[in-house]
């Protein structure tokens, strides 16, 4: 479904990602853990095209196809979903509206009746107040509020590919129990869809359990292994990958995954 | 002035020459205003336990100077639109009364000059005011906002927010100048000054929903520009429409 190969990534002349690469699966559940600052979240930007980020080489493939550097709404539409880390809030614009527009962006618009349906059923799912859909964006809403409006949005535009930007900061264990049984039940219905999880704990991984976990530092993929290696990093921090980054070794070994 | 049943109040020449000026508000509802004049000279007097809404939207030149006073326990909301080259207004508001709540919301579209003088004081205790007023500069508009806000000594408990945003489409420059004078300890009051382009992370944000960039500016002008404002459905419509001559 996704495939990154090479990909060199700078901001204001800085290297974020390096040679970085990655493939997900149709139906896998992907884990990138790592410290802060190790590019994680400029690799969720960046697979959305955010011209902020310049992409110096390598490509982004989605079902096959070059999306590097597409425009963000296109790739928007061919099913790539970014759950935001730091949703922002919009004034003025409700997230019914919102929703509503990007629907009817589509080649296939969704009639009013359905929308309100479908709206009101994940709203419900995801124990969200009535009002909340008829305000403005995330404007005035708690940290667990904001993280479950995403996941509304995911319901109601059905990505195949789902990203999951720290979903777990600002949650407490009931928003977070709530928010990853409706991510789990979308998975059921959606076989196809895969799931790439950004996170710095296993906390999250506990709740969706990932086929394959990463762990990136300093812009590239150090390792990669099973869910044993989330509890090892646990255990054990990120040191043993940190220490060997500083003077560039290559003692790490990177397993690449295939 | 002419005031009729359907709380229409449209402000004509002749009768500003006349030196009538004085509107009584003692009822409370909706009331739309109609400048028909470039040359406004009004006080309005809003009378005690009231619950007020005043609509204007405006599409030609204007030069108005308007004072509202605003009496005990009335709660006041000013809802004003401008879409036009030339704007002057000059707005006064006393809220005169103990427990007197004033909600301004105004949306512009400039095109060449437009300018905002408002002075709210507070001359009581325990009064609220709420000003937000949001623009959009066009091709050549500029829009020059002068808000200040004043709670003397004596009115404690009172509550000030400002929130003044102007986005510039156009080429030329704006300016805010977001004031509070400030003589009682216990009151709340802020104010927030903001000129520039729609947030970079917003844009984005909206992009990855699928939205293009005609669909997001679609939405976010519409939205910033009508943020707070309590008017009816068919209100809204006309102003949509207005809107929708610029962006879709």
Redesign the interface.
Known sequence: MLKIENLNVKINDKQILKNFNIEIKNGEIHAIMGPNGTGKSTLS?VI?S?K?YTVESGKIYFNKEDITNK???EI??KGI??A?QL??E????TTA???R??LN??DNPISLYEFINKINKAQEDLKMKSDMIHR?INKGFSGGEKKKNEIL?MKI?EPKLIILDEIDSGLDVDSLKIVCENINDYLVEHKDASVLIITHYRRLLDYIKPNFVHVMVDGSIKCSGDYSLALEIEKEGYGKYTLNNDNNSSAVIVDEYE | MNMNNMNNIVIEDSLIKDGKNHVIINKSGDYTLNLNHTNNNVVFDIKDNLSVNIIEINIQNVKTNITYNINNNSNVNINMFDDSNSIDRNITINLNGTDSLLNVNIGIISHNENNYKLNIFHNTNNTISNIRIHGITLDDGNIYILNNGYIPKGSYGSILKQDNKIIEMGNNISKIEPNLYIDEYDVEASHGAYIGKFDKDTIFYMNSRGLDDDSVYNLLIKGFLLEGFTINDNIKNDILKIISKYWR
């Open positions: 930007k959305l955010d902020r425009k963000t709404n928007a539409k979903f970014l935001n949703p922002c919009i004034d003025g614009v509206d919102f929703l527009t990007a962006n589509d403005s949005q535009l």
